[in-house]
């Protein structure tokens, strides 16, 4: 039995919920301009965060990782969604390759891969796992749940095309080969330059990719979308800010960060006034690469900045991978209003091409409504998205848990078009 929601919106949020159901003809007319003109990742989810009066997105992963998360009534929909985003890439592809993480000894990881693989597969594709790891040198055979097991190879390269060795002299060499590797080591000397499609590409992993740019697409997004709806634009996109030539460890551009974090808090409480807030403003400072919710603190005052201790200037200072954190992005903090079974919850949204095809919550049990819930200790819940979170019914009345989904639904999507701008500049 899955968990019932429960969030608390003020007024100003529900007029937005409601906008956005009343308009969806419209908006959805609007996506599919969008679409015409911008190619969707080939697949994407995107964090959200719902204040009760901001709903917006945190974040956007082009390497999404808990497609075992989703739940199962929305497998059809993700089936159609992989053979609309394959036939667009590589019409004749009939094999394909996934390249995995190195997280042989991860089991939630690792059941996200054959999640993923199942999706493939039953879109009509022959598939096979590979990976980078150097450390792997034979298939790998691994047990994932029961009756499940998923088998991990090697790649190597002839030419311009990689493949896995089947025999000595038989090799499987796939048309497409799908990333759910986000490259946050940099890119690998096997994947480049080759002929073979590669989804998403090299340029959009965390070596190279910056949530700065990200958020400056989403941005731009937001106004044309706002403009078109005659909404305050502020209610669905957080403030942001870059820094640059960080340093935690020796202190190094800490009075900017200070006088970036004091600005940003001032802006906010003005939008606090306008719409009678009560709640505490407050800032988040993320590593501008990278994932796994590494490289993340809270900031209520730009006092904090200045009296970080050793433990918390050594935790800024490294990400996925051992990567040096010399950039960040300052970030509006959102409060989430969301909870499940007394514990905090953020909704996370899955989309393969421009479908949205799931999403589950993510629970913290020891995390207060401020705090990042992409850390030790959370756990999902899959939640059956309805129909209506899709497109809702326009001859019958939606209850508000179906009106909040299609909402989240509208900006995971506007967070997809700017991630497609994003690859395209």
């Known amino acids: ?164 060795m089947m025999g000595k002299e038989v090799s499987y060499q796939p048309c497409a080969i799908i990333l759910n590797n986000d490259l946050s080591g940099g890119e690998p000397e096997i994947l480049k330059g080759i002929k073979q499609n590669l989804i998403p590409p090299l340029s959009a992993g965390w070596h190279k990719r910056r949530k700065s740019d990200h958020f400056t697409q989403y941005n731009k997004v937001v106004d044309e979308f706002s403009q078109f709806t005659n909404i305050d634009p502020w209610l669905i996109n957080p403030y942001f800010e870059k820094l640059d030539n960080m340093n935690f460890q020796e202190r190094k551009g800490e009075n900017e960060l200070a006088s970036i974090a004091s600005n940003m808090l001032e802006n906010i409480n003005k939008k606090y006034k306008e719409y009678n807030i009560t709640q505490e403003a407050y800032v988040v400072v993320k590593a501008n690469a990278g994932t796994y919710g590494m490289g993340i603190m809270i900031i209520k005052n730009s006092e904090d900045v200045l009296n970080l201790n050793r433990k918390m200037r050594k935790k800024m200072s490294v990400i996925k991978g051992g990567g040096v954190v010399t950039e960040v992005i300052i970030q509006e903090g959102i409060h989430t209003e969301e909870s499940i079974n007394q514990s905090v919850a953020e909704p996370v949204i899955y989309m393969i091409d421009r479908f949205v095809v799931g999403g589950f919550f993510r629970v913290h049990t020891n995390k207060e409504k401020d705090e990042n819930l992409n850390s030790p200790g959370m756990h999902f819940i899959p939640q059956p998205f309805e129909t209506s979170c899709i497109m809702p019914d326009q001859g019958r009345p939606c209850d508000d848990e179906a009106n909040r989904f299609y909402a989240y639904g509208v900006i995971a999507r506007l967070a997809l078009i700017a991630a497609a701008r994003e690859l395209q500049e």
């Open 1 to 164: 039995m899955i968990p019932t929601l429960k969030v608390k919106p003020i007024s100003q949020l529900l007029k937005l919920e409601n906008y956005i159901i009343n308009h969806s003809c419209d908006i959805e007319h609007w996506f599919r301009n969008q679409w015409k003109k911008y190619q969707p990742p080939f697949y994407a989810s995107v964090d959200l965060r719902n204040s009760g009066f901001k709903l917006a997105p945190v974040d956007t992963n082009l390497f999404p990782a808990g497609f075992n998360n989703l739940c199962e009534t929305f497998l059809p929909l993700s089936i159609q969604a992989a053979s609309v985003a394959i036939e667009k890439i590589c019409p004749e592809a009939k094999k394909v390759m996934i390249i995995a993480e190195s997280h042989t000894r991860n089991i939630f990881y690792l059941k996200n891969i054959y999640a993923l693989s199942e999706i493939l597969k039953n879109s009509g594709l022959e598939v096979k796992i590979g990976t980078i790891d150097p450390e792997i040198n034979e298939r790998l055979s691994l047990i994932v749940g029961e009756n499940m097991t998923i088998e991990i190879e090697p790649i190597t390269r002839e030419g311009d095309y990689v493949s896995i």
